[in-house]
């Protein structure tokens, strides 16, 4: 922690007599607990927070408000900064958002606050329409208060360095406040429990639709908080539905229909990409698409039978040549192996051993030319596969098998979106890199690396056949 924080505790030390202020408590990781950290950390500009009630959620972006507007962030370069603070209301603004500020923002570096009702001698139990403060680094800084009742008119034509959400706004002043930090290269932030279903928070933060790559966030539950009670949080998880527990406690977006792969978390099944053993290399799968896209992962499996997914391959409206280029460059790379000949080896749906009027060959023979063999012959029963995936996922006594590497966005984004339709099937939508993960899943992974054996373990067994035979 005093690595981490060590820049907080530089600037207290330059700031005497401020100690006991709740901002520098925080800084000093009193306040703070770990995913916080990663929230103030994260260089993205585009950060969320989908959090349960009394995670710390709302408590970051007040914070990182404070941070900026003062001229004290840790992580970043300080300067000057104009931004908002959007509440869904003005009386949610006031006894939320506007009061954490308050809270944290030391006197001193008040200039000046005006107040849409109420006066600035007691402006926590007013509504404040904006508060300018003296910065560190020189200068006057502004926090603007906004809220979504006041309708999109109202959030046109200010340049922003940072926008604050405190819970989820309608898409429309969403893309509003986009506009407001465009010129300055500035950043959006939010924090909020996801009480609303699948809005658009969902597709285009949670799942990322866009696979934008300023586009972060991190989920709080009740036992992230180090200051709120295990017995309050027993009792409070006995008395809601299993529905609320998800969204209030785990800050989960809930379903009205069922998500076919439950078992996955992205906390335990996404990882961080490593250097891989050769000797864990399996195999390429690979579902393919003209006008959808083709899909192709790169497998590995290590001694103890644990898949992890490597790399990924994922467009569409490209043609064989080029998928199959894209897929080698990636094996290069790598470093992966390939037979006698020189050429790739990969599973593919048995769908693409078919002529299509369109085509005199194959999809299969316009792999082989371009120096990939695939195999059709993969197991493509889908009741079977799900199961199979779901095993990898969760074994029968809670074990995780199965690891993403964090690079592969739409694997990771079609798990997340899959869902049942009527019966046993899911609905056919997004599913292509799922249907190649099937195909693999279903050939029966397993490392045929064997370490030789050393002196001490061959003794081992011959004694312990000497015993056995004795017994």
Same mark, same amino acid.
């Given at each position: 922690?005093?690595?981490?924080?060590?820049?907080?505790?530089?600037?207290?030390?330059?700031?005497?007599?401020?100690?006991?202020?709740?901002?520098?408590?925080?800084?000093?990781?009193?306040?703070?607990?770990?995913?916080?950290?990663?929230?103030?950390?994260?260089?993205?500009?585009?950060?969320?927070?989908?959090?349960?009630?009394?995670?710390?959620?709302?408590?970051?972006?007040?914070?990182?408000?404070?941070?900026?507007?003062?001229?004290?962030?840790?992580?970043?370069?300080?300067?000057?900064?104009?931004?908002?603070?959007?509440?869904?209301?003005?009386?949610?603004?006031?006894?939320?958002?506007?009061?954490?500020?308050?809270?944290?923002?030391?006197?001193?570096?008040?200039?000046?606050?005006?107040?849409?009702?109420?006066?600035?001698?007691?402006?926590?139990?007013?509504?404040?329409?904006?508060?300018?403060?003296?910065?560190?680094?020189?200068?006057?800084?502004?926090?603007?208060?906004?809220?979504?009742?006041?309708?999109?008119?109202?959030?046109?034509?200010?340049? =922003?360095? *940072?926008?604050? &959400? /405190? %819970?989820?706004?309608?898409?429309?002043?969403?893309?509003?406040?986009?506009?407001?930090?465009? #010129?300055?290269?500035?950043?959006?932030?939010?924090?909020?429990?996801?009480?609303?279903?699948?809005?658009?928070?969902?597709?285009?933060?949670?799942?990322?639709?866009?696979?934008?790559?300023?586009?972060?966030?991190?989920?709080?539950?009740?036992?992230?908080?180090?200051?709120?009670?295990?017995?309050?949080?027993?009792?409070?998880?006995?008395?809601?539905?299993?529905?609320?527990?998800?969204?209030?406690?785990?800050?989960?977006?809930?379903?009205?229909?069922? =998500?076919? *792969?439950?078992? &996955? /978390? %992205?906390?335990?099944?996404?990882?961080?990409?490593?250097?891989?053993?050769?000797?864990?290399? #399996?195999?390429?799968?690979?579902?393919?698409?003209?006008?959808?896209?083709?899909?192709?992962?790169?497998?590995?499996?290590?001694?103890?039978?644990?898949?992890?997914?490597?790399?990924?391959?994922?467009?569409?409206?490209?043609?064989?040549?080029?998928?199959?280029?894209?897929?080698?460059?990636?094996?290069?790379?790598?470093?992966?192996?390939?037979?006698?000949?020189?050429?790739?080896?990969?599973?593919?749906?048995?769908?693409?051993?078919?002529?299509?009027?369109?085509?005199?060959?194959?999809?299969? %023979?316009?792999?082989?030319?371009?120096?990939?063999?695939?195999?059709?012959?993969?197991?493509? #029963?889908?009741?079977?596969?799900?199961?199979?995936?779901?095993?990898?996922?969760?074994?029968?006594?809670?074990?995780?098998?199965?690891?993403?590497?964090?690079?592969?966005?739409?694997?990771?984004?079609?798990?997340?979106?899959?869902?049942?339709?009527?019966?046993?099937?899911?609905?056919?939508?997004?599913?292509?890199?799922?249907?190649?993960?099937?195909?693999?899943?279903?050939?029966?992974?397993?490392?045929?690396?064997?370490?030789?054996?050393?002196?001490?373990?061959?003794?081992?067994?011959?004694?312990?056949?000497?015993?056995?035979?004795?017994?």
């Amino acid at each position: 922690m005093k690595n981490i924080l060590k820049n907080l505790i530089k600037i207290e030390n330059e700031l005497k007599n401020r100690k006991d202020l709740p901002i520098y408590k925080y800084n000093k990781g009193k306040l703070v607990h770990e995913k916080q950290l990663l929230f103030h950390k994260c260089k993205k500009r585009n950060r969320w927070v989908f959090g349960g009630n009394r995670s710390g959620k709302t408590e970051c972006g007040a914070v990182e408000v404070v941070y900026l507007a003062c001229g004290i962030h840790p992580y970043k370069k300080n300067k000057v900064t104009e931004g908002w603070v959007v509440s869904l209301s003005r009386q949610v603004q006031r006894d939320v958002a506007q009061r954490k500020i308050l809270d944290y923002l030391p006197p001193e570096n008040i200039e000046k606050i005006v107040m849409l009702s109420g006066g600035q001698g007691s402006a926590e139990s007013g509504v404040i329409d904006f508060i300018l403060v003296k910065s560190e680094v020189g200068g006057i800084s502004k926090i603007g208060f906004k809220t979504c009742d006041q309708g999109r008119d109202k959030f046109q034509g200010t340049s =922003l360095d *940072y926008v604050w &959400f /405190d %819970e989820e706004p309608p898409y429309e002043i969403y893309q509003e406040c986009r506009m407001r930090i465009l #010129d300055r290269c500035g950043e959006i932030f939010g924090t909020m429990t996801p009480l609303k279903g699948l809005t658009w928070v969902y597709n285009q933060i949670y799942l990322n639709e866009n696979n934008d790559n300023e586009v972060w966030y991190e989920q709080m539950e009740w036992a992230d908080n180090p200051y709120l009670s295990k017995d309050e949080i027993v009792n409070m998880t006995k008395s809601m539905s299993a529905e609320e527990v998800e969204a209030r406690r785990y800050g989960k977006f809930t379903f009205t229909s069922g =998500l076919v *792969y439950t078992e &996955f /978390d %992205e906390n335990l099944h996404v990882i961080e990409p490593f250097d891989v053993p050769k000797e864990w290399y #399996d195999n390429i799968s690979i579902d393919p698409g003209l006008h959808n896209p083709l899909s192709a992962h790169f497998y590995a499996v290590d001694f103890d039978g644990n898949v992890y997914v490597l790399a990924e391959h994922y467009e569409k409206e490209k043609d064989v040549s080029y998928h199959a280029k894209c897929i080698k460059d990636i094996a290069d790379r790598l470093g992966w192996k390939r037979n006698n000949a020189g050429k790739l080896t990969a599973l593919i749906d048995p769908a693409a051993s078919q002529r299509t009027l369109s085509s005199e060959k194959t999809v299969v %023979e316009l792999f082989y030319e371009n120096g990939i063999i695939v195999n059709t012959k993969v197991n493509k #029963d889908m009741f079977s596969g799900i199961q199979v995936v779901k095993s990898y996922l969760r074994t029968a006594d809670g074990r995780t098998r199965f690891f993403i590497f964090k690079n592969c966005v739409n694997l990771i984004r079609e798990i997340k979106s899959y869902f049942w339709g009527d019966g046993d099937n899911p609905i056919k939508k997004d599913d292509h890199a799922l249907d190649e993960l099937r195909y693999y899943l279903m050939t029966k992974p397993h490392n045929t690396f064997h370490r030789k054996k050393s002196d001490i373990q061959k003794d081992k067994e011959k004694l312990a056949k000497r015993l056995r035979f004795l017994q």
